[in-house]
């Protein structure tokens, strides 16, 4: 199946990312937002980061212009009527994932395929909610979306080969490379990240090191680009803390504790670079 017009839902972090990336690769976007503040901001954020390429000479202006003039905002879910791929970036809620999807199955037509970005939620149930289950799949970017080159792709129990094969082919348009995953909790990269996270939290919660020496540890010991605490502070304490819940519950094991440092900094409104504080602190 040919993918022409793209729909992205929600233009935070994650959303404005994808929209930019499928403009970037010659899809047509309609990038929606329900708050309108919320969509301009994305926008916005999308033109800095284009502007940022042409001053950096990766970009040419003609490139920058063609890409914005690609990206549409959208104000209504019935937009996606026009589409071929809906792709869903909303917040980390199942509530609210799933009354998304199942508005969207009224709007979009037959033959378009609806994408999930969640981290970590199960797509099987995701795509329960709507009457095209084979239809539905997991597009799992990684955040900054422009920069990495990974999505993993997510199968739940219904989705056709043909949904994951139109899905695969796009994301390699996209030039980022699909990793297929089977639908089980956090999937590959969170099952393994997040834990690895909230036992740096737990390092410092039990007065081992400093925020600032875990990281340190990582960074210079094992070469991550970024240590484990800062990795967390720009991902948000919530969805660090969401996803940790969903592993302890989805699997049942005791080793998927979220650290009640975390509860305590979330509690408190510390959700890391977005809030302005986490670990550490961000003017
Ligand atoms: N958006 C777009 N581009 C960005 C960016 C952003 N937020 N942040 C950085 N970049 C790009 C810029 O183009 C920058 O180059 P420029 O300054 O010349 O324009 C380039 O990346 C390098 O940035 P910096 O020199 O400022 O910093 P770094 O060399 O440290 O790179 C990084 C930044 C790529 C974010 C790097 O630190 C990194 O790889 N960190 C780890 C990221 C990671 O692990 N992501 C996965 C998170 S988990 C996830 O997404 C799953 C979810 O479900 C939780």
Redesign the pocket.
């Known amino acids: 199946m040919a993918i022409n017009n793209v729909m992205v839902i929600g233009a935070g972090q994650m959303g404005a990312?994808i929209a930019q990336v499928c403009a970037q690769s010659g899809f047509n976007v309609l990038l929606h937002d329900r708050d309108k503040n919320a969509l301009q901001a994305g926008i916005n954020g999308i033109e800095k980061?284009l502007a940022?390429n042409v001053e950096?000479k990766r970009l040419t202006k003609e490139e920058k212009a063609t890409t914005l003039g690609r990206l549409t905002p959208s104000h209504t879910l019935e937009d996606a009527a026009t589409c071929d791929l809906i792709i869903e970036a909303v917040v980390e809620n199942m509530d609210v994932k799933s009354a998304v999807f199942k508005e969207v199955d009224t709007h979009a037509p037959k033959h378009a395929i609806l994408a999930s970005n969640t981290?970590?939620l199960p797509i099987t149930e995701i795509a329960a909610e709507t009457k095209r289950p084979d239809q539905v799949i997991g597009m799992?970017f990684?955040?900054?979306v422009?920069?990495?080159k990974l999505v993993e792709i997510i199968r739940g129990l219904q989705t056709s080969d043909e949904t994951y094969e139109t899905i695969q082919m796009m994301t390699v348009q996209l030039s980022k490379t699909p990793v297929e995953v089977k639908d089980f909790p956090g999937f590959v990269?969170?099952r393994i990240?997040m834990p690895m996270i909230n036992e740096a939290i737990y390092t410092v919660y039990e007065g081992v090191a400093t925020p600032k020496d875990v990281d340190q540890v990582m960074k210079l010991g094992m070469n991550h680009?970024?240590g484990p605490l800062t990795?967390a502070d720009?991902?948000g304490l919530d969805?660090c803390l969401y996803?940790m819940e969903v592993l302890h519950e989805g699997f049942g094991d005791s080793k998927y504790r979220p650290c009640p440092l975390l509860r305590q900094y979330v509690k408190a409104g510390w959700l890391g670079k977005k809030s302005g504080k986490g670990f550490y602190e961000y003017s």
């Open positions: 990312g980061l940022r950096k981290s970590s799992h990684m955040n900054p422009p920069v990495m990269s969170n990240l680009p970024m990795l720009f991902i969805t996803i």
